[in-house]
């Protein structure tokens, strides 16, 4: 093994984004993040305050979405988003770009979009994940955003948003990296389900990935590297998304 537990916890974005999970459900996936110590949960952003205040004094950082899922927010509106977000204690913003303006063409528009969240972001000491939605772009449109977004100090590049036609594949992660400036990392998002597929990614150049899956992952890893299982929590968070 090249790895330890740790290093595969926090690899994981745990996602709360179904539309469908209720403050229960969301409170008790906060719960679970914790217990195992994973990178982070990324909620639903009217519940990011209750998730910052949840995970303040552990090592899991509170994160939200931007112009999510389909990215066509305007510019004002994805700012106000982040602004809101840091407020509310956001850590990590995951944003979408606009895709439309993408299969445009329109760089400048994509660059300005971009960088706005980044700034705001990095000026707060918080960070960016720029979300592209490969499923719908060409190779080239994807080294193009890679560009961009190492040219503005993004801090993650991202595949998926988990509900598009399409998640992340080996392919688009390798692309990903070469393309992307050393400071830059890769985040999967959207069919990372068991282990096996999380190291997958991991071997590819991710440093992250967004799941739902965290439980059965983690207990997998665990049972892997002949530790004892963690203590079973005292509920079933359901599954769904990514």
């Known amino acids: 093994m090249d790895y330890t537990y ?18 229960k459900s969301l409170e008790q996936g906060i719960r679970l993040a914790l217990h195992y110590d994973a990178a982070s949960v990324c909620i639903m952003p009217f519940a990011l305050s209750r998730c910052a205040g949840m995970l303040k004094h552990s090592n899991v950082r509170a994160s939200t979405t931007i112009g999510f899922p389909h990215g066509g927010h305007t510019t004002a509106t994805k700012i106000a988003e982040a602004a809101q977000a840091l407020a509310d204690g956001g850590e990590e913003l995951d944003m979408v770009v606009n895709i439309s303006k ?3 063409g329109d760089w400048d528009y994509v660059r300005q979009d971009i960088g706005a969240i980044v700034e705001l972001a990095h000026q707060a ?5 720029v979300i592209f939605e ?5 190779d080239g449109q994807k080294i193009r955003l890679c560009r961009i977004c190492s040219d503005v100090n993004a801090d993650w590049v991202k595949t998926s ?6 998640g992340a594949t080996i392919e688009d992660l390798q692309l990903m990296r070469r393309h992307s ?3 830059v990392q890769v985040k999967a998002a959207g069919g990372v389900r068991d282990l096996d597929a999380l190291l997958r990614v991991r071997a590819a150049g991710a440093t992250r990935c967004g799941a739902t899956r965290t439980a059965e992952m983690l207990d997998e890893c665990r049972r892997r590297l002949g530790l004892d299982p963690l203590p079973r929590l005292d509920f079933v968070t359901p599954t769904g998304g990514y």
């Not at 948003?161 to 399409?166: D, E, N, R, S």
Request: hydrophobic share 40%; no cysteine.
């Open 125 to 129: 000491g918080q960070k960016v994940k």
């Open 6 to 23: 740790l290093d595969i916890a926090k690899m994981i974005d745990h996602s709360l984004l179904n539309p469908t999970l209720d403050e």
């Open 161 to 166: 948003t988990g509900y598009a036609p399409g």
């Open 134 to 138: 490969n499923a719908y772009l060409n």
């Open 102 to 104: 993408v299969l445009s």
């Open 181 to 183: 400036a050393p400071h």
